[in-house]
């Protein structure tokens, strides 16, 4: 299968991708600038617990003591640090407020009918307010029933604030910021290599390569294998050598088992050629393929690898994203995952490769009939 | 003006690049920021093994806020890394015993990535559980305990909470930051018709022709304004108008500021293009450039988040500064900063034509 024809398209195109020695050093260069930046902002988010802080408005009429408790709970230093705490007048469009975005969320506090309540509109489902408000709630009507019952808070005989949870660290620890994006970024930036493969169809498109290649004894076969097999390992090459910079310089974890992470670079690669090839066969244009590289290699496979965020959750797209099933296999080898989990993704970047050098075949076989 | 008719004939004519232009960015705010994204309840697997009374109250809390997912204690690491769940809680058999009695026992959880999303649900489960053991030391009987703990959200003082579902200036702000990432592919595109030319020859053909190069370049330039105008408005106007996106009544602002951003990024293109010496180093350069000018930028993320020397380089990028416009106007109604983006956006453009004006000229001499 693999002649002497095959193997001299395979060193001219390895010849031809290390001439443009820049492509290498600055896609890894920059890729290594997105891991740190991505990384840092998550460990910052980590360590404060916010993204930013969180826009609250208060109106609170409730009666004492719960609203004298309820302002001074919010004057403290440590909720200033994550919300940006403003009080309005009882007469505010609440609903209006929230549309405009002036706040995430608005708190209602009134005492009617002899009753306090507190009433929180957020469009942050995830609000801290909802727990804080909760917690106030909660422990307002905690001390109520035992002030009730005994008097005073003070005559509990231990009043009982312990820490409740313990977080249980992963075997293999857990990730960081450096080391979540040190996977997902880098297989989103990899994808536009894809422009590599999409210059091989176009060279021998424009080049005439095809029609002239009928008269000599060399196959398309051998010039598209040779070529694609030549863009694959050059692919996996740039993401071993990011890989270990990221490692290196940057502490990336990187503790997995080495063939699982090599065998998920080759097919991730195999699939980023692919991608390449498929779109310079549809557009014929290196302008077009490179929206269509950006556009589904850069953008929507990484969203559902977590790329842009790392709240996601897996829905139906993200089974046809590889950046989502590379990032499993690569967390569950460097993490401890099971080798149910590693199996699955290799079989599923598998399938979509399959998929995808089907549809290549498909196109290429009537294109070049019709050039024929 | 056969240069200026002949970029925006060609443009029209290619299907493709329409659907990169105008689709694309539609495709993708549909699916990244009016499908939600950020903002998703957290995924809760708890794993009771005591099923008590006060376990099953406290699950319930958990359900208020998050999604409780059923699934098989063995897997929970491969759940948690094919982020299927974002949290887990595991109750071990006598735990209400023991907590109630005052023993020092803890709740196991575990989480992969997401501790700032957890923040919130965390602090509840503490303070939920706190309060029901001084409920407990305060009650006559087991029967009074969890009568009381029935009372804990509605007593003295109820609490309720109404998530709103809106598309918020937040959520426009998302989007032009995916928008603001999609006019940069435009420029690309637009800019692609000058590397054409420059790879078939046809600028030195035209500059040998009594066509001034200024006014060559100045052709070039202007159909990008042109296209880049149409291609802003119909986006910005479609968000609104076919999307509802709200922009506080500061949409023309929006606009302006938006377009004069793709006009200072037609010229950062056009500058590359100039430069270096052929299309794949051209378009090679963008690509990389792309990212990057996205996220230190603050497309997806504030920059306020970011290290004081990053938010210093960011400066330096155009996307920095209609970013700032974007969430000033849009979130805080603050239209301060505008004079400034303005005159700087004004600069970025006049400095990078006038390196792609060195650049051309450098290539034209050496032909």
């Given at each position: ?100 975005g ?271 | 003006m056969?240069v200026f008719?002949?970029n925006l004939?060609?443009f ?5 690049k329409?659907?990169i232009v105008f689709?694309l960015p539609f495709?993708f705010v549909?699916?990244?920021v ?135 200036s937040q959520?426009t702000v998302d989007a032009l930051g995916f928008m603001i990432q999609f006019i940069i592919y435009s420029g690309i595109i637009l800019a692609a018709f000058l ?19 200024a006014s060559y370049i100045f052709e070039h330039f202007l159909s990008y304004i042109v296209l880049e105008i149409i291609i802003v408005a119909s986006l910005l106007t479609t968000l609104k108008v076919?999307f509802?996106y709200s922009f506080n009544n500061n949409f023309l602002l929006i606009l302006l500021m938006i377009i004069l951003f793709s006009i200072s990024i037609i010229a950062f293109c056009i500058m590359v293009i100039s430069i ?9 350069f963008m690509?990389?450039a792309t990212t990057p000018l996205i996220m230190i930028g603050g497309c997806y993320f504030d920059v306020s ?6 938010q210093n380089i960011s400066k330096f990028l155009p996307t920095r500064w209609i970013m700032d416009v974007i969430r000033d106007v849009l979130l805080y109604d603050n239209t301060e900063k505008v004079t400034l983006a303005i005159v700087v956006l004004i600069a970025f453009t006049v400095v990078y034509l006038s390196i792609s004006r060195?650049g ?8």
């Open positions: 299968m693999f002649t002497i024809f095959m193997f001299t398209i395979f060193m001219f195109t390895i010849k031809n991708n290390f001439k443009a020695f820049w492509i290498p050093l600055s896609i890894i260069a920059t890729t290594l600038i997105v891991i740190f930046l991505l990384g840092s902002i998550l460990e910052n988010m980590q360590k404060t617990g916010v993204n930013s802080k969180e826009r609250v408005g208060i109106i609170n009429e409730m009666n004492h003591p719960y609203k004298d408790e309820f302002d001074k709970m919010f004057e403290g230093n440590e909720l200033k640090k994550i919300l940006e705490i403003t009080c309005l007048n009882e007469n505010e469009d609440v609903q209006l407020l929230l549309e405009e002036k706040f995430h969320t608005i708190i209602e506090a009134y005492y009617l009918d002899g009753k306090n309540s507190i009433n929180v509109s957020t469009v942050y489902p995830e609000s801290y307010v909802l727990a804080i408000a909760t917690n106030f709630t909660q422990t307002a009507n905690t001390v109520t029933m035992v002030m009730q019952n005994q008097g005073d808070m003070n005559t509990l005989e231990k009043q009982y604030n312990n820490k409740i949870l313990k977080t249980k660290i992963l075997e293999k620890g857990n990730p960081i910021g450096l080391d979540y994006y040190g996977v997902v970024s880098m297989l989103q930036m990899i994808a536009i290599l894809g422009i590599i493969a999409v210059y091989a169809i176009l060279d021998d498109k424009t080049k005439n390569i095809f029609p002239r290649i009928k008269t000599a004894p060399i196959s398309n076969f051998n010039i598209i294998a040779g070529r694609t097999i030549a863009n694959v390992l050059y692919i996996t090459f740039i993401l071993v050598v990011i890989a270990t910079l990221a490692s290196l310089i940057l502490g990336v974890n990187w503790n997995g088992n080495y063939l699982v992470i090599l065998t998920v670079f080759i097919l991730f690669s195999f699939i980023i050629t692919l991608l390449g090839m498929i779109s310079a066969q549809l557009t014929k244009s290196v302008t077009a393929s490179l929206g269509v590289i950006m556009g589904i290699g850069s953008v929507l496979w990484p969203k559902y690898s977590g790329a842009f965020s790392p709240f996601i959750k897996s829905t139906i797209m993200s089974y046809v994203s590889p950046n989502f099933h590379a990032k499993n296999v690569l967390f569950a080898t460097i993490y401890g995952g099971s080798t149910k989990t590693i199996f699955e993704g290799l079989v599923f970047l598998f399938i979509i490769a399959i998929v995808m050098m089907s549809i290549f075949t498909i196109i290429e076989r009537s294109k070049i009939n019709d050039s024929i | 056969t008719k002949k004939k060609v029209f004519s290619s299907p493709i329409l659907a689709l495709m549909l699916l990244f009016s499908g939600g994204t950020g903002n998703l309840p957290t995924t809760v697997a708890v794993f009771d093994h005591d099923n008590t009374k006060l376990t099953k109250a406290l699950i319930g809390e958990i359900e208020k806020s998050s999604v409780i997912v059923q699934c098989d204690e063995n897997e929970v690491l491969d759940l948690l890394i094919n982020s299927k769940v974002e949290y887990t809680i595991t109750i071990e058999e006598g735990y209400t015993n023991a907590l109630l009695s005052g023993k020092d026992v803890h709740l196991e959880d575990t989480y992969f990535i997401n501790k700032e999303k957890l923040f919130p649900l965390m602090m509840s489960i503490e303070a939920y559980l706190n309060n029901a053991v001084n409920l407990y030391n305060i009650s006559n009987s087991e029967e009074d305990f969890y009568l009381k703990l029935e009372y804990i959200n509605d007593f003295e003082v109820s609490y309720s909470q109404k998530n709103i579902e809106i598309n918020s959520k590397l054409i030319d420059k790879e078939t020859n046809s600028t030195i053909r035209i500059l040998v022709s009594p066509k001034s190069l076919g509802d270096l010496k052929n299309s794949k180093a051209s378009y090679w690509l990389c988040n970011m290290s004081n020397v990053v060195i051309l000229r450098k290539l034209l001499s050496n032909k």
